[in-house]
């Protein structure tokens, strides 16, 4: 199965969450967390990302029994069992192996709900694996270059995202933490 777009991700976590939604709903609930900020979500991707998940087998479209307003039946979308397979799989990979500061990465957090625990912490401790890989190259090419000798307009295009990973691990470590303290 192809990965999911960032949007076709976070629609399966809704319609997971909600057990059933329809369009509207969906819309209502992206507003009000904010996913239009900082997932690039419109309206009409919305849409279109429906009929991508449909199209791929992930939801099932049903009419709805309830009628509000004037307009036509909402058609209501529950997620299926290969739907619901995919959504686990593409938490826990993009929890433990997406760029620091990556919108999917966020969209992994906002769904941890749908995965055990054990899978949340195990997915967690590969990100600090990558991130901690990525950190040592990092140094390695800044140690070669000259480091400190470098001009300053060189040293922060190593030391920003140095310093981003370092505050990454802290952040996922408190996370992996808190997990562990679960009862």
Same mark, same amino acid.
């Given at each position: 199965m192809?990965?999911?777009?960032?949007v076709?991700?976070?629609? =399966?976590?809704?319609?997971?969450?909600?057990?059933?939604?329809?369009?509207?709903?969906?819309?209502?609930?992206?507003?009000?967390r904010?996913?239009?900020?900082?997932?690039?979500?419109?309206?009409?991707?919305?849409?279109?990302?429906?009929?991508?998940?449909?199209?791929?087998?992930?939801?099932?479209?049903?009419?709805?029994?309830?009628?509000?307003?004037?307009?036509?039946?909402?058609?209501?979308?529950?997620?299926?069992?290969?739907?619901?397979?995919?959504? !686990?799989n593409?938490?826990?990979?993009?929890?433990?192996?997406?760029?620091? !500061?990556?919108?999917?990465?966020?969209l992994?957090?906002a769904?941890?709900?749908?995965?055990?625990?054990?899978?949340?912490?195990?997915? =967690? !401790?590969?990100?600090?694996?990558?991130?901690?890989?990525?950190?040592k190259?990092?140094?390695?090419?800044?140690?070669?270059?000259?480091?400190?000798?470098?001009?300053?307009?060189?040293?922060?295009?190593?030391?920003?995202?140095?310093?981003?990973?370092?505050?990454?691990?802290?952040?996922v470590?408190?996370?992996?933490?808190?997990?562990?303290?679960?009862?």
């Open positions: 192809n990965q999911l777009s960032n076709e991700f976070m629609l =399966l976590q809704i319609i997971a969450e909600c057990n059933q939604a329809s369009g509207y709903d969906i819309n209502k609930l992206i507003d009000q904010g996913y239009r900020e900082w997932a690039n979500i419109g309206t009409t991707s919305i849409y279109a990302g429906l009929k991508k998940l449909s199209n791929k087998g992930l939801i099932e479209s049903e009419d709805s029994r309830e009628k509000s307003g004037k307009g036509p039946m909402p058609i209501r979308f529950v997620i299926t069992e290969v739907g619901m397979t995919t959504l !686990r593409e938490i826990i990979a993009c929890l433990s192996s997406s760029r620091e !500061r990556d919108n999917r990465f966020d992994g957090l769904a941890l709900s749908f995965i055990d625990k054990d899978e949340a912490i195990d997915a =967690l !401790r590969k990100r600090l694996d990558f991130l901690g890989e990525t950190l190259n990092i140094r390695q090419k800044y140690e070669s270059q000259g480091h400190t000798r470098l001009p300053l307009y060189v040293r922060v295009l190593f030391l920003h995202p140095m310093s981003l990973i370092e505050s990454e691990q802290a952040f470590t408190k996370i992996i933490n808190e997990l562990l303290e679960e009862t």
